[in-house]
């Protein structure tokens, strides 16, 4: 089955400087890869998503990479701000079968 | 207003009893997933329904059970099999399919003493 890795667990940065996220996974059929946003006691919310047609996806402060031959994803957050505070989760498909892997999550911490 | 409703938001039992936790959509979903949520964890996958009156297990199935007996609803219970209960669940729902965006409820704290 599908496997996703993320990296860091926990990632301290500036205000205003940049965030970057990274994950791995192993199924090579799996082709949608999206990236959620938890706050605290909340269920997770669909920030950015990229499929595999494509290598970039931005929006905003927002943007997606995609390396499929490397099997690795990263997602891009410029100019942070206090909000963006958060746990960020990948996830992929599961190669068919319905349902996401996620990842571990990464705790984005913005200091002022 | 649509989007998919948990309740409650906590819960406690004691060991040795099952609980049954709710989970309504009106956003008019076929699929529907259960996950379950631990510190320090990413979500795992408990079990997933494409269509009424049909699912199937995820990864962590087991002390686990569901039902779908109408597109709206998909409720999971908790039984006194599973061995560590207590964590944080989290429904969601999509379109049908595997590869397009899921929604997620707000989630149930269960904690089991």
């Known amino acids: 089955g599908e496997n996703v890795e993320q990296h860091p667990s926990t990632l301290s940065v500036q205000e205003g400087d940049s965030a970057v996220i990274k994950c791995t996974y192993s199924?090579?059929?799996?082709?949608?890869f999206p990236w959620y946003k938890q706050e605290l006691g909340k269920g997770p919310q669909l920030i950015i998503d990229i499929r595999s047609n494509v290598g970039e996806k931005k929006d905003q402060r927002i943007a997606v990479t995609l390396n499929k031959t490397a099997k690795h994803f990263s997602l891009h957050i410029t100019e942070t701000q206090p909000e963006d505070s958060a746990v960020y989760f990948c996830?992929?498909?599961?190669?068919?079968?319905?349902?996401?892997?996620f990842g571990k999550g990464t705790h984005l911490i913005i200091q002022p | 207003d649509g989007g998919i409703t948990q309740s409650p938001k906590y819960l406690f039992r004691k060991e040795g009893q099952n609980v049954t936790l709710s989970c309504e959509q009106n956003?008019?979903?076929?699929?529907m997933y259960w996950y379950r949520q631990d510190p320090g964890q990413g979500l795992r996958l408990i079990y997933y329904?494409?269509?009424?009156?049909?699912?199937q297990k995820g990864d962590i199935a087991e002390g686990y059970s569901v039902s779908r007996e109408k597109k709206e609803s998909f409720p999971l219970t908790v039984t006194s099999a599973q061995k560590n209960p207590t964590a944080f669940y989290l429904c969601a729902s999509s379109m049908a399919g595997g590869r397009v965006e899921q929604y997620f409820g707000p989630g149930t704290r269960l904690t089991v003493t």
């Open positions: 956003l008019n979903h076929d699929a």
């Open positions: 329904s494409q269509i009424v009156n049909d699912f």
């Open positions: 996830a992929a498909d599961r190669g068919g079968a319905d349902g996401l892997t």
């Open positions: 199924d090579s059929a799996s082709n949608y």
